[in-house]
């Protein structure tokens, strides 16, 4: 049965609704039941390290947006699938929409609600943004041979360094 | 190099005092928060010169801040296995970090900064585990200290920080406030009234968990729980801790129902139970480790119901971490077999009560 709200997942949710006195049948797939709110046994996890690593390596779709290895550390995707760690803050960048996916399914939200931080210098936090946009373009350039690009990509990078 | 912990602020055992709410319940609170420094590799994918430089920004940074600068540095990879795992018995260290989980080798350039209610974990899973511990049950406190230090800290040096996602961490079950907050909890009448497991299963329902004395992956021994918080993300701090709160209140009136439940329907046969503890623990002279600590549950439950008088809830505190193995090995003054480590812990357990006993007599 495919989930009435998505219509691409199973359905493995089913909801006996009544609103004004009409009893209607709802059956939705486990994320659309989390985006509405409806909590479901699954989502209450006895073993939580356990489940949550089956949930990572669950995931088999390769999102487009996604790399198949962080730049800056050097993690695969599968990396993070095997171990549930991934290896730096860029990984984060890396591997965007998994990660949206998975922090979804784990804490039934991605968004932070908690202490807002600015950082004390957060020109540190650019320049290692800048940095890393630029060693992900320079080992695109290396692999696409593209000898030109990539050394004025390096005489950036070491402008920066 | 030799590290001497008998330097460290209160031996870092500060929420040992029996001081707070519900002392005799609830052994300590506890806020950890998990952090990382933008610009580095975390812990398991750094290289040991970038393990080094956190290390060192660490130190630099904790030099400059009022809440950190009396701090007791332990490079946990320069201490010997026996001190590892002392540190690890008083909660100061996580198993992964002592090393006690590989071949008795610590992680490179891993430490520890110990403060008086504070500790702070360096290159563990995350850069920076945060703890604040407090006695009894005082979650609020222990969460507003972790605060302060979390903004000394983060003023000091750059977070790793994402806008939507928040505090990024290594494990995504830890990203966006990287908070789990958690109680050391005694639920000797729980168990004793069968009634423990709907109880931690009602723990699940609302989202919350459950482990042993030594966190994860640790037995529950001697009836001692941790409750804990499970989601990072979604909520703020002050929710998810007092959602804690919430709960195990609820589950310290259930033990206290339980336990005059027990008083009222089985009185003498729970009497004779805690008093033949008493008198193991007074005289025996060989205990094992987990003997020991079902009978000091006992002892504790006894002394919750006033059946014994005259022993504090500190020195129980105090029995339960110093009859530890590595703590015994230190008393000793050498490293103890299992059989020598038993007969070191019934000689110590002996004293410390005849001496209570003593004071009290």
Redesign the interface.
């Known amino acids: 049965m495919v989930c009435d709200q998505c219509r691409e997942n199973d359905a493995k949710v089913h909801l006996t609704q009544i609103v004004e006195n009409a009893v209607t049948q709802v059956h939705l797939c486990e994320r659309c039941a989390a985006e509405r709110g409806i909590e479901t046994s699954g989502s209450v996890e006895q073993n939580p390290l356990g489940d949550f690593l089956q949930a990572v390596q669950q995931q088999t779709a390769q999102y487009p947006g996604d790399a198949s290895r962080c730049a800056y550390c050097g993690t695969s995707l599968r990396d993070f699938r095997s171990s549930g760690r991934v290896g730096c803050s860029h990984c984060y960048g890396a591997f965007e929409q998994s990660l949206r996916e998975l922090l979804r399914r784990v804490h039934g939200s991605t968004r932070h609600q908690g202490w807002a931080y600015t950082a004390r210098d957060p020109e540190i936090m650019t320049k290692e943004l800048t940095l890393q946009e630029l060693r992900d373009k320079l080992q695109r350039a290396v692999q696409d041979e593209a000898f030109e690009v990539a050394a004025s990509l390096r005489d950036q990078i070491r402008g920066l360094e | 190099m030799t590290v001497d912990l008998s330097l460290l602020p209160d031996g870092g055992l500060h929420w040992l005092g029996a001081s707070g709410d519900h002392a005799g319940i609830v052994l300590s609170s506890r806020i950890r928060l998990a952090r ?1 420094l ?5 812990p ?2 750094a290289r040991e010169g970038e393990r080094l430089r956190v290390l060192h920004s660490l130190r630099d940074a904790a030099s400059k801040l009022p809440s950190l600068r009396d701090a007791a540095i332990v490079r946990v990879d320069e201490c010997t296995p026996q001190q590892r795992l002392l540190l690890h018995e008083r909660h100061l260290v996580s198993r992964e970090l002592a090393g006690l989980d590989r071949k008795d080798e610590a992680p490179t350039a891993g430490a520890v900064f110990v403060t008086g209610g504070a500790g702070l974990m360096v290159n563990e ?1 995350d850069h920076i585990r945060l703890q604040v511990f407090r006695s009894g049950f005082d979650i609020p406190g222990a969460l507003r200290e972790a ?1 302060r230090m ?1 903004r000394e800290l ?9 806008q ?5 961490t ?4 830890n ?3 990287g ?1 789990r907050a958690s109680v050391l909890i005694h639920l000797p009448g729980l168990v004793l009234t069968q009634e423990i497991a709907k109880v931690l299963q009602g723990l ?2 609302m ?1 919350l ?1 459950y482990r042993g004395l030594y966190g ?1 992956g640790s037995d529950v021994l001697g009836n001692f729980f941790q409750i804990s918080t ?8 002050e ?1 998810l801790a007092d959602q804690l709160v919430r709960v195990v209140r609820r589950v310290i009136e259930r033990e206290e129902e339980a336990r005059r439940v027990l008083l009222r329907d089985a009185g003498y046969i729970i009497e004779d139970k805690l008093w033949r503890a008493y008198g193991t623990l007074s005289h025996a002279r060989t205990l094992p480790a987990d003997e020991a600590m079902n009978l000091l549950s006992g002892v504790r439950l006894a002394a919750g119901l006033n059946l014994i008088s005259g022993l504090s809830v500190y020195t129980l505190n105090k029995l339960l971490i110093f009859s530890q193995s590595a703590h015994l090995a230190q008393l000793e003054g050498r490293a103890l077999t299992d059989g020598e480590a038993n007969l070191a812990r019934a000689k110590y357990v002996r004293q410390v009560l005849a001496n209570e006993a003593r004071l009290a007599g």
């Open positions: 990382n933008a610009g580095f590799a975390y398991t994918r899973e605060e979390d983060g003023s000091e040096l750059p977070y790793a920080w994402h939507e996602f928040g505090f990024l290594a494990c995504p079950t990203t966006g406030t908070l699940q329902h989202g968990t994860e499970q989601t990072t993300l979604g909520r703020s701090e929710e």
